[in-house]
């Protein structure tokens, strides 16, 4: 259940907004092999000044994942989000920063208040 956060400068439109976010989710089941419904995406659009000394297409995509999944998978992610989101907008590679936050089951509360760690969550990060 991995958490998705998205920062872009704003102005884009509602297309390529979908697409950066669809792309990134579908890189996220293919790589990751998390649930097709696990999606938890927060786009976040900033003025031109919050940029400072990027330009207009930069975007980040910023990943906070249970700890376990190998170097393989997180190189596969990459490649596929890359792809993805090139494919159906005007950005090209360099454009896109992506970073996982890998974070062990302990440090996560779900489910009410539960320690993920300390539930069956039928999920092996290592997609097994």
Same mark, same amino acid.
Request: proline share 6%.
């Given at each position: 259940m991995p958490?998705?956060?998205i920062h872009m400068r704003d102005g884009k439109s509602k297309e390529h907004k979908k697409t950066v976010l669809d792309g990134v989710h579908a890189?996220?089941?293919?790589a990751f092999k998390i649930?097709?419904?696990? $999606?938890?995406? %927060? %786009?976040?659009?900033?003025?031109a000044e919050h940029f400072d000394g990027r330009d207009e297409n930069f975007?980040?995509?910023?990943? %906070?994942?249970?700890?376990g999944r190998t170097k393989?998978?997180? $190189?596969? %992610?990459y490649k596929k989000i890359v792809e993805n989101v090139c494919k159906g907008t005007k950005l090209?590679?360099?454009?896109?920063?992506?970073?996982?936050?890998?974070?062990?089951k302990?440090?996560?509360g779900i489910r009410g208040g539960l320690m993920a760690s300390e539930l069956d969550l039928g999920v092996n990060p290592q997609g097994k």
């Open positions: 958490l998705i956060k890189a996220l089941v293919s649930p097709a419904n696990d $999606r938890i995406i %927060l %786009l976040s659009e900033y003025d975007t980040v995509v910023e990943i %906070l994942a249970y700890s393989d998978m997180k $190189r596969d %992610l090209v590679p360099t454009d896109i920063f992506i970073v996982i936050n890998d974070i062990p302990d440090n996560w």
